[in-house]
């Protein structure tokens, strides 16, 4: 990891609260500005509370395993991850993904996501 331990351990905290337990509210505030966005690959970006919503149509469960953090000194982060995504038949698909922020106040005001749709698209 290219990044301090407090921003590795952050981005767990962030993964473990938003995304893998599902508490899309609690992150708010405390990880997630208001405002921010979120793109998934070329798609255009979006609020993310409406891409969060989305997304829970298609699965019902997300993990994340980070694997490289790195960090900038203007508020930008990098990081590879192997996502796993645990789709309502029961079935699950671990893929490999990027993740590119900007972090203001401690809060990601905005997100770029690449990871291949296509396995957990219906």
């Not at 409406?50 to 395993?65: L, S």
């Not at 671990?94 to 972090?103: D, H, N, Q, S």
Request: proline content about 6%; glycine content about 8%; some cysteine.
């Amino acid at each position: 990891m290219n990044a301090p331990p407090e921003t590795v351990a952050w981005l767990q905290r962030y993964y473990a609260t938003l995304l893998d337990g599902g508490r899309v509210r609690e992150a708010l505030g405390e990880f997630i500005a208001r405002d921010c966005t979120i793109r998934f690959a070329n798609r255009a970006p979006v609020d993310f509370v409406t891409e969060a919503r989305r997304m829970a149509t298609v699965v019902k469960g997300v993990r994340h395993e980070i694997l490289t953090v790195i960090e900038g000194n203007d508020g930008t982060l990098a990081c590879e991850l192997n996502v796993t995504y645990f789709k309502h038949d029961g079935s699950e698909v671990t893929l490999p993904g990027a993740l590119f922020a900007r972090i203001e106040d401690g809060r990601f005001v905005e997100q770029r996501a690449y990871v291949d749709p296509a396995p957990i698209t219906p």
